[in-house]
């Protein structure tokens, strides 16, 4: 315990040059009052500067699918130092990679590297307004791509009256961004198939893409409605307009083929992160060869960097992806699948026992906590998931950690939670019975 407050002290003195006390605000937890201080990961757990142990359902931010520590990608990256780091250089592992995402993904006929979800997103708009000489983008309420200027809307806007088929303003959710940024953005309710309808008969010669996340894990856990994605794909394709599945959170939760594979809805790009490297860093941008040669050096759209393509996130997937794609990964019965049942099956009953209502909605890896609503009802809109007791959501997370199993909250947003390959039935029973005890003596 001495080292743990030790450790504490250095970091409540060297926290004062960090900007605003935190390297990413996204990282403090509201139930807490700040961050969980991590001295390390493993497997499905956790351990903190506290001394304590930790069963993990955020698995940072959702990028450590295969859990923390796992070997094959550890090899991964120690092969990188082998290899001398050699950032910003082009090596035949690039180029493997590109033909393995090609290989999983039905999208992907060609790939370009990035580092960040935000990169990638931004990169893609631009290629999209490359390929199609247009300006404006559509995307969804509750959605989020990033925080850079041309998607910093309408991702946790405020309670509204619902009036379906109608599009929203978008609202800025930054200080520092023109207001000529927001002219070039249509906000649309999520899975509401009139209002891109609208959309596209009001803006279609001068929209270049709509974009989504397939399954809104950012609003807890929302998937697309199976029609109303297909009708999406069906107006892009006819108006010319660029496709986008932001798969940066849903990649490889329901499937190795995305859940583009998962609903058969094929876009012209997505974008993947997080879980593609098991949390090394790199983002990648993947589509129809016609749209991606609209990068350079084919196409006008400037798109580079130092680390694009940096081999601790390339090798780091290659690893990753083998992983995954291992026989019974999500349908054996350690699989993905049979744990998110259990899991979710699980909590409902421990809710239902010590009367908290809560809606618990998950679909592959990833699932949604929606507290205060009827745990009966499916929640299709954000506006739905938008009425959520967040106080409720605080005190449960407040009383999970201190009962030793991890979620994380925002501030404004619903949040999302999930867990890995590490975790085993054991594990999530475990969970289960802290999570019990969590809510048998209230939530305070
Ligand atoms: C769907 C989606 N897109 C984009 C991003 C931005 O990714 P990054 O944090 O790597 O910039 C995120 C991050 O949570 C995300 O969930």
């Known amino acids: 315990m001495s080292m743990g407050r030790e450790r504490y002290e250095a970091y409540?003195?060297?926290?004062?040059?960090?900007?605003?006390?935190?390297?990413?605000?996204?990282?403090?937890?509201?139930?807490?009052?700040?961050?969980?201080?991590?001295?390390?990961?493993?497997?499905?757990?956790?351990f903190g500067a506290d001394g304590r142990t930790y069963l993990d359902f955020h698995n940072g931010f959702g990028s450590t699918l295969l859990g923390h520590n796992h070997p094959a990608v550890r090899r991964a990256i120690e092969q990188v130092l082998d290899l001398g780091?050699?950032?910003?250089?082009?090596?035949?592992?690039?180029?493997?990679?590109?033909?393995?995402?090609?290989?999983?993904v039905p999208c992907a006929e060609q790939v370009r590297f990035a580092m960040s979800g935000s990169e990638a997103t931004n990169a893609a708009i631009r290629l999209?307004?490359?390929?199609?000489?247009?300006?404006?983008?559509?995307?969804?309420?509750?959605?989020?791509?990033?925080?850079?200027?041309?998607?910093?809307?309408?991702?946790?806007?405020?309670?509204?009256?619902?009036?379906?088929?109608?599009?929203?303003?978008p609202l800025v959710e930054s200080a520092g961004v023109p207001p000529a940024f927001a002219a070039h953005v249509l906000v649309a309710p999520w899975n509401d198939l009139a209002a891109v309808e609208w959309a596209c008969a009001e803006h279609g010669d001068d929209l270049a893409a709509v974009v989504m996340e397939p399954i809104n894990y950012n609003s807890g856990g929302i998937p697309a409605e199976p029609d109303f994605l297909r009708g999406v794909r069906e107006l892009t394709r006819d108006r010319g307009t660029v496709?986008?599945?932001?798969?940066?959170?849903?990649?490889?939760?329901?499937?190795?083929?995305?859940?583009?594979?998962?609903?058969?809805?094929t876009p012209d790009v997505c974008l993947l992160g997080k879980a593609v490297a098991n949390g090394a860093p790199i983002s990648v941008i993947a589509g129809r060869r016609e749209v991606m040669a609209a990068f350079s050096p084919t196409g006008g759209a400037a798109m580079s960097g130092t680390y694009s393509g940096h081999l601790f996130g390339v090798l780091a997937a290659l690893a990753t992806l083998d992983e995954l794609s291992a026989p019974g990964r999500y349908d054996g019965p350690d699989g993905i699948y049979a744990i998110a049942e259990r899991l979710y099956d699980g909590l409902r009953e421990v809710f239902a026992r010590r009367g908290v209502r809560c809606r618990v909605q998950g679909l592959g890896a990833r699932f949604g906590l929606f507290f205060g609503l009827d745990p009966d009802i499916p929640v299709c809109t954000y506006q739905e998931a938008a009425r959520h007791d967040a106080s409720l959501l605080k005190r449960f997370v407040r009383a999970a950690i201190e009962n030793g199993v991890y979620f994380h909250t925002y501030d404004?947003?619903?949040?999302?939670?999930?867990?890995?390959?590490?975790?085993?039935?054991?594990?999530?029973?475990?969970?289960l019975d802290r999570i019990d005890a969590a809510c048998r003596v209230g939530l305070r």
């Open 128 to 169: 999209a307004r490359t390929a199609t000489n247009r300006s404006k983008i559509l995307k969804f309420e509750g959605h989020f791509h990033g925080l850079h200027e041309h998607v910093v809307f309408s991702a946790h806007p405020p309670v509204r009256d619902a009036k379906p088929g109608e599009l929203l303003p």
């Open 243 to 265: 496709l986008i599945f932001d798969e940066i959170l849903s990649g490889f939760r329901t499937g190795t083929s995305c859940a583009q594979g998962y609903y058969d809805v």
């Open 412 to 431: 404004m947003a619903l949040g999302h939670h999930g867990f890995s390959t590490a975790h085993t039935a054991r594990d999530v029973d475990e969970a």
């Open 12 to 46: 409540e003195h060297d926290r004062r040059y960090l900007a605003g006390g935190i390297s990413a605000p996204s990282r403090i937890n509201p139930a807490l009052g700040g961050p969980l201080l991590i001295e390390r990961g493993d497997g499905p757990r956790l």
């Open 85 to 104: 780091i050699v950032a910003g250089a082009e090596t035949v592992y690039q180029a493997r990679l590109a033909a393995r995402i090609c290989e999983l």
